[in-house]
């Protein structure tokens, strides 16, 4: 093991430019550079820290999170009591373990403490490990009476709250609560954090592999829709690290005239991909296509061409058709599905994903495995999804969803674009929302604004919490939202996150009326494997299917809808019929 020797020839910088990302970027970098697989498998926090230098610990132990206070404080920080080593710098910075536990329904924490005086204060990293529930501060004045104010410096929009039973300390899960708060800290000022934080310098057992990695040769092509529907196609595809620039060749099938778009490249990374840790990925949206045409394609790079592709282009009729997903996971077993969906519905004309498309959307080799499951039918019919929670996780958001899948900005003012979103399909609208991320106070006026300005004789809703389920209700989702599709007549509203099947009765303000009163449909579905088999059901449900592997087919025909549920085996689980 005396590789570890040369650990210390990291750049020499100063503190203040060695932000945790810049040291653990560093590390990684050297890590590929001289360690074997056994090495990598075997590391610990031990070896870590022998690999990186005096500067570069320091940075780890104070540039994690820091803040500015005006008085001298007690900085109290809580530790889950289950994490397997305590943080390397948290002792020999000063901290001191007190007999003080704080409780939530999941976890117990230890209280560390140390004083600090006005001025900076400069916490380190929460491990090495992923260890999901990662500390939290509260911070007091050391003369009481005294009021602290703090300022932000990392992250800078660090939000204070109050230190008590009930407070959260889990952005991304504001439901789990403080239950039990020593009174001597009730009342301090509380700085919460997000679980996604465990991920900024994990190493240990966090390196992987994905099967399907990256070449010369374009892959991974998959089309969405861009806002104007009926003349444009977006196309995306990905490469090798070193190909910095690709094209697009189109021709309208059966023509000779073909056009050319040259592409650069962008650089995506995910740091702990020992076999693929960069890709070029290229986007490209094609314009002034002709209505009703079908075009053919080739991507490449070079004098490297892939295959040859084609798409249809919506004609001026009022009929359509398109199949949607439940939370898929990448799932192989999904793979068979949506190639068998493929191959019995070519009328399709795009897909729909309710969100969950990946198992971890912070991991590019999980987005590999969905692409390389689905047989390629993305290349020839668009895919348009919104975020569940597993593709936007731990608070992080989901970026790797928007450097993979492109998707029209014209969602909520202030919103980063290809979450939120809005397309119309022929004589249809469809709203694609991103509850995960955003909540449904913030987006309920942009949904207004949309179904008040339409004139589409059909409007359909995709996001991923259900408001209606057999287990956990949505209320916030049930009160900004619902009302809404109530008063603007929405259609059908699709949904995953509870991996079974449940179509409700048409609904209006929350409770089932008859078919010709309208109401809107709810349906929750799910492309891999079902569970909550053990669910109870509830009177507005007009069906339920506790297994999973199942996708949807919906055909448009003028006024008309037809809706068939449809399991592996090809055998329709559920089907109805809707008219205008």
């Known amino acids: 093991w005396g590789i570890l020797l040369v650990a210390g020839c990291a750049p020499e910088q100063r503190l203040e430019e060695l932000t945790v990302k810049r040291v653990m970027d560093s590390l990684v970098t050297r890590i590929y550079a001289q360690w074997d697989t056994r090495l990598i498998n075997g590391l610990d926090e031990n070896l870590v820290l022998k690999f990186v230098s005096p500067e570069e610990q320091t940075a780890l132990a104070e540039n994690y999170w820091r803040f500015g206070v005006d008085v001298p404080v007690v900085v109290s920080l809580m530790r889950d009591s289950a994490q397997a080593s305590v943080p390397f710098w948290l002792v020999a910075s000063g901290f001191e373990k007190t007999a003080c536990t704080v409780r939530n329904e999941l976890y117990t924490y230890e209280v560390w403490q140390k004083s600090f005086p006005a001025g900076e204060v400069g916490l380190g990293i929460n491990g090495f490990d992923k260890h999901r529930p990662v500390y939290f501060v509260s911070v007091a004045p050391q003369h009481p009476g005294e009021k602290v104010n703090i300022t932000p410096i990392l992250p800078e929009k660090q939000a204070i709250t109050v230190l008590d039973t009930g407070a959260f300390v889990y952005h991304d899960w504001d439901e789990l609560m403080l239950t039990d708060v020593p009174r001597p800290l009730r009342g301090q000022q ?89 890709i070029s990925r290229f986007r490209v949206q094609l314009d002034s296509l002709q ?94 999804a ?56 913030q987006q309920a006026a942009w949904i207004e604004s949309q179904l008040s300005d339409t004139d589409a004789v059909w409007k359909f809703v995709v996001f991923h ?100 549920c449809v399991d592996a085996e090809g055998k329709i689980r559920d089907r109805f019929e809707l008219a205008k």
């Open 190 to 278: 509380l700085l919460p954090t997000i679980r996604g934080r465990a991920r900024e310098a994990h190493v240990i057992g966090a390196f992987r592999r994905t099967a399907f990695p990256s070449a010369g040769i374009p892959d991974q092509v998959v089309l969405t829709l861009p806002e104007n529907t009926a003349r444009g196609m977006v196309v995306q595809w990905r490469c090798a690290p070193d190909v910095k620039r690709g094209w697009i060749k189109y021709w309208k099938s059966g023509t000779d005239d073909t056009m050319r778009v040259d592409v650069a490249g962008t650089l995506l990374e995910d740091r702990l991909l020992r076999n693929d840790r960069y």
């Open 291 to 384: 209505p009703g045409a079908a075009y053919e394609y080739r991507i490449g790079q070079g004098d490297i061409a892939g295959e040859t592709g084609v798409f249809a282009m919506p004609d001026a009729t009022d009929t359509f058709a398109f199949t949607w997903f439940g939370d898929i996971h990448n799932d192989p077993a999904w793979g068979k599905l949506a190639q068998r969906a493929a191959a019995d519905h070519p009328q399709t004309n795009f897909y729909l994903a309710v969100g969950d498309l990946v198992n971890t959307g912070l991991h590019r080799d999980d987005w590999d495995a969905l692409f390389a499951y689905s047989g390629g039918i993305f290349r020839e019919k668009p895919l348009m």
């Open 386 to 441: 919104v975020p569940g929670n597993h593709d936007s996780q731990d608070g992080l958001g989901a970026g790797m969803f928007h450097d993979l899948l492109s998707y029209p900005a014209n969602g909520p003012d202030g919103q980063p674009p290809g979450f939120t979103y809005a397309f119309r399909y022929k004589h249809a609208l469809f709203l694609m929302l991103d509850v995960v991320s955003f909540s449904a106070q």
């Open 465 to 564: 919490f259900p408001p209606y389920t057999l287990e956990e209700p949505y209320p916030d989702i049930v009160k900004n939202w619902v009302p809404l599709f109530d008063k603007y007549g929405v259609d059908l509203v699709m949904n995953g996150h509870f991996h079974y099947y449940l179509r409700t009765q048409p609904m209006k303000d929350s409770q089932p009326v008859k078919a010709e009163e309208g109401g809107t449909r709810y349906v929750m579905s799910v492309s891999t494997r079902g569970k909550n088999a053990d669910s109870v059901s509830e009177p507005y449900a007009a069906n339920v299917l506790k297994e999973g592997y199942l996708y949807q087919y919906v055909q448009l025909d003028g006024r008309r809808l037809t809706f068939t």
